[in-house]
């Protein structure tokens, strides 16, 4: 019913940057909260970055001065600004939205495939 569709991985150098994309597209009436989740290898998923629609934002504490997180509510996507990266960011990074459906009563969350960010040292 929903897809989101990661773009934007790949690997840099440290201190490089990056930019993230992430557009839901199907059967959505609207979508609250967006946002980036991570995983590294052998650790679990973290919080990156939120911003609800009215543009609220919320940022990991690892990540906070140097990602920014931005939305177009008309395109409903989401991007994710990465600089000055470092080995530790190094991860499988997730979209996130909260999304209304016309096939459902609720919120439900849904996530995307995920998309590979590698900085080397």
């Known amino acids: 019913q929903v897809q989101l569709v990661e773009s934007g991985g790949g690997l840099v150098p440290t201190g490089g940057s990056l930019r993230l994309s992430c557009e839901a597209s199907g059967n959505i009436i609207a979508i609250n909260r967006m946002g980036w989740y991570r995983q590294a290898p052998g650790k679990g998923r973290e919080l990156v970055a939120t911003?609800?629609?009215?543009?609220?934002?919320n940022y990991g504490r690892s990540v906070k001065d140097r990602f920014t997180v931005s939305r177009d509510n008309a395109k409903n996507t989401v991007w994710l600004q990465m600089n000055n990266l470092g080995p530790e960011d190094t991860a499988v990074y997730y979209c996130?939205?909260?999304?209304?459906?016309?096939?459902?009563?609720?919120?439900?969350?849904?996530w995307g495939q995920g998309t590979q960010v590698t900085v080397s040292s």
């Open positions: 911003i609800t629609h009215e543009g609220t934002t």
């Open positions: 996130s939205a909260g999304v209304r459906t016309y096939s459902s009563a609720t919120w439900d969350n849904y």
